[in-house]
């Protein structure tokens, strides 16, 4: 190691943080006032009533729809885990974009069009539709528990490392959860008074500053180390240009397969049944704007994932020949990317201030989105199916307010149990795989497949959530208790210190990663080795199976079902060959014809006649909604109206 090679222009954590001044204070206050000052202006503006608090009365543009779609789930997670992914284990996971317009694609002609036909204001009432009231009650229930410990973890953990690295508010006993206490009173502040307009209106001005911070960041940390060239070629010298990894091990943690299937099982659940994504559809007039917008969001959220992902080459090339993990700089890799910030703009009255406030925007937008979403569905789908009260439009209004209150204390005090995440971006993921799984193959069950009834969706669901929690706690247990070889799954990318300076080097922790022990009691199943991008696919495919396996046991008469709870895409899967494939010898045509023809009978046996005023009326409808069998039934539907049933 020659002596003039030594970085010298390194300072230490504790020299950074005091770098973090009044003026970054100030930048980072008045970007949370601003969004405080949203929910205050569609306070003034005014809420007519429940509709118009959870949906905004379908009055919202198609931009601010897509910013917000964006915003909600591209939080502190992205913005901190992907760069930390990409430093120390290379480009393997930008191949999660391949996902993207495969989900936006699915959503657009598969699940959007029944929400659409049914005009509901929950996607989970599709399900008392489809099966009955006990499948919607415990669906609502996991998406709650779901989104709190979702949104528990994206203020959290960010929160900490800003706090480790940046030294925002240095000295302040309790700094951590003071710091998400201010994210969580902002964000129910405005949630609160404002409604789904301030949410909305708040995610378009957060996402930008997300967007815009992170831009500057990466153009002055692109020009400190050389340019693109050397961040690339310093990138490719040290391994971490990998991008078509094809190993068919499921225990290897990042592969082609398994970011590519596992982000289109994750982003499907979240794009085609989560409430705080759903919510947004129903919140413009036209269907086309929703399309619009989910062709725009795949965009948008590939462009975000290559600038995060880039953010993280960057940090990389700068710190090429003195990683910050090995000599002790940092603890955990979700620290790298603000210790970047820090040691590159530290000297920039107001960016570090930027910067912080761009990484809790992301937290911002996603507590507000989960908010808005748990106390619409708590209301809808909870107190109103346990409950006879009728409530006036301005109770409701007040009851839903309060929810949104209700639920940012109970998600707070969550942040008290996710203190010991060991990486937000893995934990994240499989949160949303064990739950998120099963919730996306109960949807899927009930519309593509006409037989499908409440048992086979209550079997299938119960057996998959068992599963992937075991097999979930079994791997975070077997990672504390040091029996998951973390280095034979895990390519982790070279580093070195040999650059170095004696004050780094001096705070030098010998490195753990990969160790395993022999004597812990703890019994280790290969089950835990699988890598936690397949537990969407998983979860999905489990629950899939069995619901079916289930129901084909006593079959739905498909001819009774109501013909908009199935997707009207099915039939497309099947006419969607090009004919000169379809008129090959060996495509069996004989299959296909029973399909489509089974999928005409769905709906059937209702007969339909016009009425003179141009309703329709249902009349004799033997619908089985499971467990709800109407005999008998008058059932009038008016256009683009809602489903009114008398008996």
């Known amino acids: 190691m020659a002596e003039e090679d030594i970085r010298l222009d390194l300072l230490t954590k504790a020299e ?8 970054n204070y100030l930048v980072f206050a008045a970007i949370l006032l601003v969004s405080a000052l949203i929910g205050v202006f569609y306070y003034w503006r005014g809420q007519k009533n429940v509709e118009d608090f959870l949906l ?37 996971y930008m191949t999660c974009a391949v996902a993207y317009p495969l989900v936006m694609a699915t959503v657009v002609h598969f699940y959007l069009p029944v929400y659409d036909g049914l005009r509901v204001d929950t996607s989970y009432q599709y399900l008392e539709l489809r099966f009955n009231k006990t499948v919607r009650i415990i669906i609502t229930l ?17 929160a900490l490392a800003l706090i480790q690295v940046t030294g925002v508010l240095n000295g302040v006993n309790y700094d951590v959860e003071f ?9 129910m502040f405005y949630t609160c008074i404002g409604g789904i307009k301030a949410v909305i209106w708040s995610d378009m001005f957060q996402a930008l500053i997300m967007v815009s911070s992170f831009l500057t960041i990466i153009i002055f940390g692109n020009n400190a180390v050389g340019g693109t060239s050397v961040v690339f070629d310093r990138n490719y010298q040290n391994g971490r240009i990998e991008l078509f990894n094809f190993n068919m091990d499921i225990r290897h943690r990042h592969t082609f397969w398994g970011t590519s299937i596992g982000s289109f099982f994750t982003w499907l659940g979240i794009y085609a049944t989560n409430q705080a994504q759903v919510q947004r559809y129903f919140t413009v007039k036209k269907t086309s704007q929703v399309v619009t917008a989910l062709w725009w969001n795949a965009a948008g959220l590939t462009g975000l994932l290559f600038l995060c992902g880039y953010g993280g080459m960057v940090a ?17 890799k979700d620290q790298i990317f603000p210790l970047f910030v820090m040691q590159l703009m530290g000297d920039y009255p107001g960016i570090p201030g930027i910067f912080v406030a761009g990484v809790l925007s992301g937290a911002l937008s996603t507590v507000s989105s989960g908010l808005n979403a748990l106390a619409g569905v708590c209301l809808n789908d909870c107190l109103q199916l346990v409950s006879d009260i009728k409530l006036s439009e301005e109770r409701r209004t007040l ?9 940012g204390l109970i998600t707070y005090s969550i942040v008290f149990l996710v203190k010991y995440v060991p990486g937000i971006h893995q934990a994240t993921f499989g949160l949303f795989g064990m739950i998120g799984g099963p919730i996306l193959a109960i949807f899927t069950l009930g519309m593509f497949f006409p037989f ?12 998959s959530l068992i599963l992937t929690f075991w097999w979930g706690f079994g791997q975070t247990i077997a990672i504390l208790e040091k029996t998951y070889d973390t280095s034979a799954f895990t390519t982790w990318m070279n580093s070195t210190i040999e650059n170095c300076p004696q004050s780094w080097v001096g705070n030098m922790t010998e490195s753990v990663t990969g160790s395993i022990t022999e004597d812990s009691s703890f019994h280790h199943l290969g089950l835990y080795d699988v890598s936690y991008m397949w537990s969407g696919a998983f979860s999905s495919t489990i629950c899939l199976l069995l619901g079916i396996a289930v129901s084909l046991i006593k079959p739905q008469d498909h001819k009774l079902l109501d013909k908009r709870l199935i997707s009207p895409g099915c039939k497309s899967i099947f006419t969607c060959w090009p004919r000169r494939i379809q008129d090959c010898r060996w495509w069996p045509t004989r299959i296909q014809d029973r399909i489509l023809n089974y999928y005409q009978e769905v709906g059937s046996q209702n007969e339909v006649k016009m009425l003179d005023n141009g309703d329709v009326n249902l009349v004799h409808m033997n619908t089985n909604f499971e467990d709800k069998h109407v005999d008998s039934a008058n059932i009038r539907i008016k256009s683009n109206d809602k489903l009114s049933l008398s008996v």
């Open 452 to 463: 499908a009834n409440s048992a086979g969706a209550l079997a299938g669901m119960l057996s």
């Open 316 to 332: 990389f090339a700068f710190y090429h020949d003195c990683d910050p993990i090995k000599s002790g700089q940092v603890s955990t």
């Open 179 to 187: 710091l998400c206490g201010i994210i969580f009173a902002v964000c």
């Open 399 to 407: 009851a839903t307010r309060l929810l949104a209150l209700i639920f």
């Open 56 to 92: 905004a009365s379908r009055s919202m543009g198609t931009v601010p729809m897509t910013m917000s779609l964006i915003a909600s789930f591209i939080s502190s997670v992205t913005l901190l885990g992907v760069p930390a992914d990409m430093y120390t284990a290379g480009a393997q």
């Open 16 to 23: 950074l943080i005091e770098k973090f001044g009044p003026v």
């Open 142 to 158: 996991l998406f709650s528990i779901q989104m709190m410990f979702y949104m528990a973890i994206v203020v959290y953990a960010p």
